[in-house]
Structure formats: structure tokens, C-alpha cells
Nanobody, 124 residues
């Protein structure tokens, strides 16, 4: 059974930090490529940060320099450290995984496995 469970969301003031975690269970090969997405009300889901088979990472321009994605294979967790948060970062955050080794784009349609989401609210 494939399962991704996010934790660490919450409310924070602008300039603050949050660390999101995603615990993965089931067949680990389904999580070769992993990504954090977010979706704000009335907006499309966008890929915030991705970590790929070779360990390289890519980021949405608006979070670059403020966020770090990491993967702990021993603990089967995916993390997203977010610093200097802005009200524009307010959204539901989702982790997603896929077994394909070739992925390099943070496109929602490319990911087959999703968590239920964690709310992040940043107040000014």
C-alpha cells in the first residue's frame, strides 16, 4: 500500500520558518522522484521543489534561496525547509512521488502518488 503523509504545516508570521515532512510507506521504488507542490485557493497547483534520482534539486523561482528540499532514505522521509516565509507562500502543500527515473520537471501530471496535504498559512 502506497502512502504519503505530510506533517509540519501551520501558521507563522511573515519572515518565519517552517519545516514540512512527508513520511513514505509502501513500495519505496515508487518514490524515486519526489516533489513538493502547493495550491492556493483559486490557483493552479505548482511545483515548489523537486528532488530527482541523482540527488539534484530544482526549485520554483519564487522560493529559490529560501527553501531546501531533502530526502532521508534511511527514514523514508521527504522534507522541505522554508525560511523567510511570505504571505504569498500561503497554500496547501502536498508531497508527491513517482517511480520513473527520468523525471526532471515539477509537473503535477507526472506524479502518481500524493499525500493528503498540509496547510501553511503566513500572516503579514
Amino acid at each position: 500500500q502506497v502512502q504519503l503523509v505530510e506533517s509540519g504545516g501551520g501558521s507563522v508570521q511573515a519572515g518565519g520558518s517552517l519545516r514540512l515532512s512527508c513520511a513514505a510507506s509502501g513500495y519505496m521504488a515508487n518514490y524515486v522522484s519526489m516533489c513538493w507542490f502547493r495550491q492556493a485557493p483559486g490557483k493552479e497547483r505548482e511545483g515548489v521543489a523537486g528532488i530527482w534520482r541523482d540527488g539534484t534539486t530544482t526549485y520554483l523561482d519564487s522560493v529559490k534561496g529560501r527553501s531546501t528540499i531533502s530526502k532521508d532514505n534511511a527514514k523514508n522521509t521527504l522534507n522541505l525547509q522554508m525560511n523567510s516565509l511570505k504571505p504569498g507562500d500561503t497554500a496547501m502543500y502536498y508531497c508527491a512521488g513517482d517511480p520513473r527515473w527520468s523525471l526532471r520537471e515539477r509537473r503535477p501530471r507526472d506524479f502518481g502518488y500524493w499525500g493528503q496535504g498540509a496547510q501553511v498559512t503566513v500572516s503579514s
